[in-house]
């Protein structure tokens, strides 16, 4: 990050005092304006979009909450919490675990299925058995991700998976690489992070995890 006078660069984007001072007109001008239109409105201006065109605004929410930390913007309020993220009574209650230990082979169709909804229930799983089960629980991942839960036709859930965009730095890793900045920037959006990998306790099967 550089100084404010210069502007600064987050998430891989440089966001110069011109678009820190639009961001503040809009927000002095809407105070009511809330932080999701907002990060479309800066997506808009600085053109930030995905390799598939879509508009960055994970990467630009978060960004903005950068910025928001530091000093450099006063955001409205985040938003009440999301319905996908409210915990419904009851959800995932009646989850059943396998308690197995068996050979690779007893397991069946093992199938890597990826959670395609955040109000499905499949995305009320995935949460349920990281919060019971991984050390670093469901708390929320960084910019572009997808999820997955790994089921056994014979036995159910067996564990789940997350991965999300690289890092924008990491000095060991981009050390090991070699690269230049300029390389860095071009090619991370090739680098993904295995942000969760979780077979439950309960299923003790030699060489599933590698599986």
Known sequence: MIGYSEGMRICGQEFSTDILNRIKEVVTKTPAISRR?????????????????????GSCRKALANLHRHGAL????????????????????????????????????IEVTPVT????????VWKDL???????????LS????????????????????????TWALKDRDHSIGWSDA????????????????????VRVENLASH
């Open 143 to 166: 910019g572009a991700q997808i999820r997955y839960l790994i089921k056994s036709s014979a036995h159910g859930y067996l564990g789940a998976l997350a991965f999300s965009s690289g």
């Open 74 to 109: 006063i955001l409205p309020n985040c938003e009440e919490e999301f319905r996908f993220q409210k915990k419904r009574e009851g959800s995932t209650n009646n989850i059943s675990l396998p308690e197995i230990s068996c050979s690779l082979s007893e397991l069946g169709i």
């Open 37 to 57: 239109h907002l990060s479309r409105q800066v997506c808009e201006w600085l053109d930030w979009r995905t390799t598939k065109g879509t508009l960055q605004e």
């Open 130 to 140: 990281l919060q019971r089960h991984h050390y670093l629980g469901c708390s929320t």
């Open 117 to 124: 909804s955040r109000y499905s229930r499949d995305s009320e």
């Open 183 to 202: 390389a860095r920037i071009a090619n991370l959006k090739y680098v993904v992070t295995n942000d969760r990998f979780l077979i439950v306790p309960t």
